[in-house]
């Protein structure tokens, strides 16, 4: 066990033993209640921003910081804020299993995701987890974007953390089939089994015959991050399939890229994912929903 874990061991003893001591509370005086958002690196978050228009609008007496956290500190700095009077915190790269893993409970959705964005205080000992990415996703397709994807036949590329996240809220919409596509095609396979029960699935790798036409492409893959698109080709789309990226950038994603000049009339980027999951946690923490569209408009404004 390292210095660290030692600390957050004990820490996490007196957080599960200060139930009715009031510590956590007394410490939370007058003073605007605490945020933030956790990961490594963290300087790019747009999360302080869009949190800040929220409160703003909601009329929230809180605050909202970044925290620059590497693995090795990351139980140890969680449970610190919490014994603090933290309020609530986000939690992303690559910081969402070891959040997942650290909760004293996970919502069901949290449970499925395997991975936590959202953590929060319950009554004065407890860490809840939960996961808003998937919810996040399904608002901002249905809602913001008018997909309708009920019926749809819907492709996901990647079958890792982020493919996870998002299977459950998906199925939930009822789409006819979900493929889920991955370049270790067996990762593909064991996700689609999980998920089974839930809906009608399927894994493969890239080269599968299952790869065409679908009606909704969703590309949960991290191949951006190294300016990448997964091997795949203009067979998966016909004229009226949304493509959607669940990466974003200033610039065009190159899966965005890849569907234009495939002939793709709608490619989306994960801009409208990153605010509803976003107010998704601040309706939790809160209790009040803010509302997303001004506050993804100034985002793309900035
Ligand atoms: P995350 O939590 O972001 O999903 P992850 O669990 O490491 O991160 O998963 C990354 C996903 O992107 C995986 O599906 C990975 O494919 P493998 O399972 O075969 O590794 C996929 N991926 C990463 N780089 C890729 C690339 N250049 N082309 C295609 N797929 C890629």
Redesign the pocket.
Same mark, same amino acid.
């Given at each position: 066990m390292t210095a660290d874990h030692a600390f957050a061991a004990s820490n996490e003893a007196r957080l599960a033993a200060i139930a009715g001591s009031g510590a956590v509370a007394n410490s939370m005086t007058s003073a605007p209640d605490q945020y933030g958002v956790i990961g490594h690196p963290i300087a790019h978050s747009w999360s302080p921003f869009i949190h800040g228009l929220f409160a703003r609008q909601t009329e929230q007496a809180m605050v909202y910081k970044r925290f620059d956290v590497p693995p090795a500190k990351f139980r140890r700095h969680v449970v610190h804020f919490f014994l603090h009077g933290g309020r609530g915190l986000n939690v992303t &790269?690559p910081h969402?299993v070891a959040a997942a893993e650290l909760a004293n409970e996970l919502t069901p959705r949290a449970e499925r995701a395997g991975?936590v964005n959202t953590l929060m205080m319950q009554g004065e000992n407890e860490i809840i987890g939960d996961n808003t990415d998937g919810e996040g996703l399904a608002r901002d397709l249905q809602d913001n974007c008018g997909v309708a994807v009920s019926g749809m036949r819907i492709l996901i &590329?990647?079958?890792?953390? +982020? +493919?996870?996240g998002v299977l459950a809220p998906l199925l939930a919409l009822l789409p006819s089939e979900i493929v889920i596509a991955?370049? #270790?095609a067996a990762?593909a396979s064991s996700l689609a089994r999980e998920f089974a029960p839930l809906g009608n699935l399927i894994g493969c790798g890239?080269d599968s015959q299952l790869l065409s036409h679908f009606d909704l492409i969703i590309n +949960? #893959?991290?191949?951006s #991050?190294?300016g990448? #698109? =997964? =091997?795949i080709t203009a067979a998966l789309l016909h004229e009226g399939t949304v493509c959607y990226d669940m990466a974003y950038g200033r610039e065009k994603t190159p899966f965005v890229r890849w569907a234009e000049s495939n002939g793709c009339k709608r490619a989306l980027q994960g801009w409208g994912m990153l605010v509803e999951q976003a107010a998704e946690s601040f309706s939790i923490w809160r209790g009040i929903r803010p509302e997303t569209a001004p506050v993804l408009q100034a985002l793309i404004a900035s």
């Open positions: &790269l969402k991975a &590329l990647g079958a890792g953390g +982020a +493919a996870r991955n370049r #270790t990762r890239f +949960a #893959t991290s191949a #991050t190294q990448e #698109t =997964p =091997p």
